[in-house]
């Protein structure tokens, strides 16, 4: 069973930054994929960023050139780095891993306020 837990977040003016941390653990296996998804009010949950062991990204073209992703393996760490955030990304983020089966964090809510 993998854990996740979520830090950062909160609420942000349009055209600021916010960084989100995500730690992991209770994996037995080595974890390959890690990132991001994102659920607004009344919308389905969707793909934000994700990063392998390796350091391969895909990001929604929505945040490209915007968001960073990035990891530690040794610490299973997963962060996102938000910049020029619009009011549009306004949602609760959550953590996400692939190890035998997919894992969720609890969640933290990003603001941005126009």
């Known amino acids: 069973q993998v854990q996740l837990v979520e830090s950062g977040g909160g609420l942000v003016q349009a055209g600021g930054s916010l960084s989100l941390s995500c730690a992991a653990s209770?994996?037995?296996?080595?974890?390959?994929?890690m990132g991001w998804y994102r659920q607004a009010p009344g919308k389905q949950r969707e793909l934000v960023a994700l990063?392998?062991?390796?350091?391969?990204?895909n990001y929604a073209d929505s945040v490209k050139g915007r968001f960073t992703i990035s990891r530690d393996n040794a610490k299973n760490m997963v962060y996102l780095q938000m910049t020029s955030l619009r009011p549009e990304d306004t949602a609760v983020y959550y953590c996400?891993?692939?190890?035998?089966?997919?894992?969720w964090g609890q969640g933290t809510q990003v603001t941005v306020s126009a």
């Open positions: 990063i392998t062991r390796g350091g391969s990204t």
């Open positions: 209770g994996s037995r296996f080595s974890i390959n994929t």
């Open positions: 996400y891993t692939y190890v035998r089966g997919e894992y």
